[in-house]
């Protein structure tokens, strides 16, 4: 019988199960440093172990299942150069450029092109390394979405073919890294890297990173890392508007709630430029008001072409500029051409009728809808239910096979779409899940913002610091893979010519005092209150509406909590540590934010960014990514244009530049 | 009368449980601990015992750890704010996610598994 017996309330007071050392320095030298572990590091580990480097990589989780895509993956972006793809990189691009939701004009085009590139062929690496990314058993033989000479499955649309559905997609983490301990790669698991560390100890702008400290979750011991290069994939920060474990857990955010931001903040105590950072919005419902990812009935993104039924079974039918789409036409939604382009890259993909709010006001569809799965195809219900759901992020036990355990049968069962209130939720804004109540306040980090300003060798302003995936602004599954590989090339070959550069112990000093500070109090405020308390500052000053008294009331907030709370945070053991730590990258990053913020001095439609003192809106001068760093210990403002990587000293096309950095043969 | 004595304790933790443990299923292989990506297990001081859930408040409900379990002794539980609710097309009955019922369980693998 399956009981809870063994939960901590009935183990009062029990001894910490590791030993604890906080005085213990472990060293560790290497070429290639890699600071998280989930899909980009793993990459990057892969390719940098590959050509011969050293490399250590550190993650706060396990490596076997860490990171945003740790939990699975069902399918795969902008394979442009797939036999059937009929997008081209240079076709993506312009993609990107004109829709706002992947960062329109703000895109990190390198780092887009980059993936365009690469995509595919990482998809066949991985096949080599054992993930099945084919229909190999010819389940779906004859499906409109299949190609049955390749056994390779399309999503969303069956015309362009840029979306590959992955049949193994959940396996995907297992099988980096299990491929990342055959190369050897030094993986230090369980531990979080909290400060960069560089020549001379000497930050700002100017300076070189030549390693990080970090300790661990469950040892508390300190570790040192010396490298030649390090790259940062430790994805971005999530969790500065939304504080809640009480009614979902860690599950309150859309995003793995590792995301705390120590990647960002390291960054720019180091001396680096990172960009975009007043990006944010509200993807979905957050906080309390979530409910399992893709674990409710849906007709959006992985749910794509599920028919919707209102409670009386009544069909919603799917739209395409105001024209009610038949089924044959939903799969073949195609851009550039008649459809919107969001089959390109998921997301939204057609609509339900754009008046579905008014027509629930008047009554025509009543609520609860309901995904109407039975009346699906097989081969499309199966694909849904079964690979879809089954592969992508926590859907393989937490929705397939735990559904399952209590009867849930899609070829008899419709699953209920969350009730929520018709205006605010069944139109765009909650798009592209519809996942309980959208509440502005609740923000989190655009898909592609909050990441470092790179070269197209993917190195950031500091010299022997590179970033990849989130953290080059990249949310895709293919985009952290080819980044990763494509970053650890750049950070190996610029290894090769570089000596390793003793660390300074002064530095490393000043690091342990602050790491370790709330180990010398056993009461005050917890991590917890903290995180929450922080995140109520930014609710309030940092919210939909953005002016500069009203962000400067936030910044004078959090100085006083820099000053008050922050000083009692007390750790009783090596995880409370890591939480606490966590609060101090969350109070830094939240200043950044609102920094950032105050120097966009217009609105930007683009990024969902509301200025009410300024009434411009960010076309030419105001066209601009603001960068944001640390220099002579304050917060610094600057900016550079957009497509710089189209600029001088690079090349005017994506692909020369490509060609002359993409490292491949080095 | 015997007098009962009673103790104080925090208020319970929310959510309450994250994953139960089969007893007699869990031969306190401690796999699962290294599967958790917040960190939420901990050894049991009693060895072959299963793991203690140190940090339910702190699960995302990802399933690794019941994923990774070679004796399927690990039940993922939604919190009752999670347990989603479906409908049979044919009946019109309601169902929700973690709470027995008596429709037969439904053992389809996923595409992969």
């Not at chain 1, 997609?169 to 990342?180: R, Y």
């Not at chain 1, 070959?493 to 342990?512: S, W």
């Not at chain 2, 599967?35 to 049991?44: G, I, K, Y």
């Not at chain 2, 609710?85 to 019922?101: D, F, I, P, S």
Request: net charge negative; aromatic share 12%.
């Amino acid at each position: 019988m399956y009981t809870n017996k063994t939960d901590i309330q009935n183990y009062p007071g029990i001894k910490w199960p590791y030993p604890v050392d906080y005085e213990k320095i472990n060293r560790i030298s290497c070429d290639v440093l890699i600071l998280g572990g989930g899909l980009a590091g793993c990459a990057a580990a892969i390719a940098a172990a590959r050509r011969g480097a050293k490399v250590a990589v550190v993650d706060k989780g396990p490596l076997v299942r860490s990171g945003s895509g740790g939990t699975g993956i069902d399918h795969w972006h902008d394979a442009c150069l797939n036999p059937k793809s009929k997008i081209s990189p240079e076709q993506l691009m312009e993609f990107y450029f004109q829709n706002p939701y992947w960062g329109g004009k703000y895109t990190m085009g390198h780092m887009r092109y980059i993936q365009a590139m690469e995509s595919y062929k990482a998809l066949l690496e991985l096949e080599k390394i054992g993930l099945p990314i084919r229909d190999f058993d010819d389940e779906f033989e004859g499906s409109a979405f299949r190609d049955d000479t390749t056994g390779l499955m399309y999503a969303y649309d069956y015309e362009n073919c840029t979306v590959i559905r992955l049949k193994g997609g959940a396996l995907l983490k297992p099988t980096l890294s299990a491929e990342v301990e055959r190369l050897g790669v030094q993986a230090y698991e369980y531990i979080m890297a909290s400060h960069l560390l560089t020549e001379d100890g000497k930050t700002g702008p100017g300076s070189r990173v030549i390693g990080a400290i970090a300790f661990s979750g469950r040892t508390g011991e300190c570790y040192v890392f010396n490298a030649k290069s390090t790259i940062i994939c430790s994805g971005m920060p999530q969790g500065e508007w939304i504080f809640s474990t009480e009614f979902n857990g860690a599950s309150s955010k859309f995003w793995d709630p590792n995301n705390t931001g120590e990647g960002q903040a390291m960054m720019a105590e180091a001396g680096a430029e990172l960009t975009l950072m007043e990006s944010n919005y509200t993807i979905c419902a957050n906080g309390g008001m979530r409910w399992p990812m893709y674990g409710t009935g849906d007709s959006n993104n992985t749910w794509y072409g599920c028919p919707i039924v209102d409670a009386n079974g009544k069909r919603i039918p799917y739209t395409q500029n105001g024209k009610v789409m038949d089924w044959s036409e939903i799969y073949k939604n195609t851009w550039p051409g008649t459809g919107d382009g969001g089959s390109v890259t998921s997301g939204s993909l057609g609509e339900l009728p754009g008046d579905l709010p008014e027509k629930i006001m008047s009554g025509e569809y009543k609520l609860p809808f309901y995904a109407d799965l039975p009346s699906m195809p097989p081969d499309e219900r199966r694909v849904l239910w079964g690979l879809m759901i089954g592969n992508e992020g926590k859907t393989n036990y937490p929705v397939y096979k735990l559904y399952g355990k209590y009867g849930f049968d899609p070829d008899k069962d419709m699953l209920q779409v969350p009730v929520m209130a018709p205006k605010s939720n069944f139109n765009k804004r909650a798009k592209p899940y519809w996942n309980g109540e959208v509440y502005e306040p609740w923000r989190e980090c655009q898909k592609c913002s909050n990441c470092a300003v790179y070269d197209w060798t993917m190195k950031t302003t500091l010299d022997g610091l590179y970033v990849a995936g989130l953290t080059a602004g990249n949310n895709f599954a293919s985009g952290a893979i080819t980044t990763g590989a494509y970053a650890a090339r750049n950070a190996w070959k610029a290894a090769k010519q570089t000596e390793l550069i003793p660390v300074n112990e002064d530095q490393v000093q000043k690091y342990r005092e602050q790491i370790y500070a709330p180990t010398k109090r056993d009461y005050g405020i917890g991590w917890k209150e903290f995180k929450a308390g922080c995140a109520r500052v930014m609710q309030g000053n940092c919210g939909e509406y953005k002016s500069d008294e009203v962000l400067q009331n936030g910044l004078d907030w959090f100085k006083s909590i820099r000053e008050g709370e922050m000083q009692q945070l007390y750790a009783r053991n090596p995880h409370e540590l890591m939480r606490t730590n966590e609060c101090y990258t969350q109070i830094m990053v939240s200043e950044m934010t609102l920094t950032a913020s105050m120097a966009r001095k217009c609105s930007s439609p683009t990024m969902n960014f509301k200025r009410l003192d300024y009434p411009g809106t960010d076309e030419g001068e105001n066209e601009k990514y603001i960068t944001i760093t640390v220099k002579d210990g304050k917060y610094t403002t600057g900016e550079i244009p957009v497509k710089y990587y189209l600029q001088a000293p690079y090349a005017q096309s994506f692909k020369e530049n490509y060609d002359k950095y993409c490292a491949l043969e080095d | 009368m015997a007098e009962k004595e009673y103790t104080l304790y925090p208020n319970p933790i929310t959510p309450n449980s994250a994953i139960l443990f089969d007893e007699e299923l869990c031969n306190g292989c401690n796999r699962c601990i290294d599967f958790c990506r917040t960190d939420v297990l901990m050894p049991n001081p009693e060895r072959g015992k299963p793991p203690i859930v140190a940090y339910p408040d702190e699960c995302w409900f990802g399933g690794c750890c019941a994923g990774a379990c070679p004796h399927h002794a690990i039940l993922m539980v939604h919190p009752m704010n999670q347990r989603a609710v479906w409908r049979r097309k044919e009946t019109g009955n309601l169902y929700r996610v973690c709470v027995e019922n008596e429709l037969e369980e439904n053992k389809r693998p996923p595409i992969v598994e």
